[in-house]
């Protein structure tokens, strides 16, 4: 089976807002590896579209050769978008989602092949409570932004994570691997109760 691993950027107080970090070259080609690795990312609308960018590269590629290899990266990798207003996609390597995103996610989670990665804020918030997130990759920005979307908003239970590894960047950003620990029916009442 696949695993779903939501990776994402954020600041150390939680901003997940696409421009709030700082990746530098070292950090495009941890991402530029995670993608060429990967069977597929889904998107949102929202975040399809900033996405959309990198393609700017491929028709004029910028100095920065790291830079250049992610825009080649995330061009390569099919993208399964899941929008209610988007009618077709002019992005060769993506494609709406036929079904609901639980049962998509699922089907792909059924399938054999390279991993399932989440890229974007709503599908993880989605997936999180359908219990659907096998990883979790987040990096940490050594960035205090006090404003833009936060990550861990309107999740149903409480969960706990746990961390497997770290993977720290020469700027100071750090990549923290979670797995959501699996807890009973019992264990989640008794930490509602004390909540």
Same mark, same amino acid.
């Not at 709030?20 to 070259?25: K, L």
């Given at each position: 089976m ?10 150390l ?81 993506a ?28 599908? @993880?918030?989605?997936?999180?409570? %359908? /219990? #659907? +997130? ?8 050594? =960035? &205090? ?9 309107? @999740?149903?239970?409480?969960?706990? %994570? /746990? #961390? +497997? ?8 950003? =750090? &990549?923290?691997?979670y ?17």
């Open positions: 696949r695993k779903v691993i939501a990776a994402l950027n954020m600041t107080d939680g901003n997940c807002d696409h421009t709030a970090g700082i990746p530098d070259e070292e950090v495009h080609q941890h991402y530029t590896e995670l993608l060429r690795q990967g069977e597929a990312i889904l998107y949102g609308r929202t975040t399809y579209q900033l996405m959309e960018f990198w393609r700017t590269f491929l028709e004029k590629p910028f100095e920065q050769k790291s830079m250049n290899d992610f825009a080649k990266a995330i061009d390569k990798i099919p993208k399964i978008v899941f929008s209610n207003t988007l009618k077709n996609l002019d992005w060769e390597s494609a709406l989602a036929k079904l609901e995103l639980k049962d998509e996610v699922v089907e792909l989670k059924q399938q054999s092949g390279n991993d399932i990665f989440i890229g974007s804020r709503s599908l @993880i918030i989605q997936l999180l409570n %359908l /219990n #659907l +997130i096998d990883e979790f990759q987040l990096c940490i920005y050594p =960035v &205090i932004d006090r404003k833009g979307l936060r990550l861990f908003e309107d @999740i149903n239970d409480r969960i706990i %994570l /746990n #961390l +497997i590894k770290t993977k720290i960047f020469k700027s100071g950003a =750090v &990549i923290l691997y797995q959501p620990k699996m807890i009973d029916k019992e264990e989640q009442r008794i930490a509602n109760i004390t909540k």
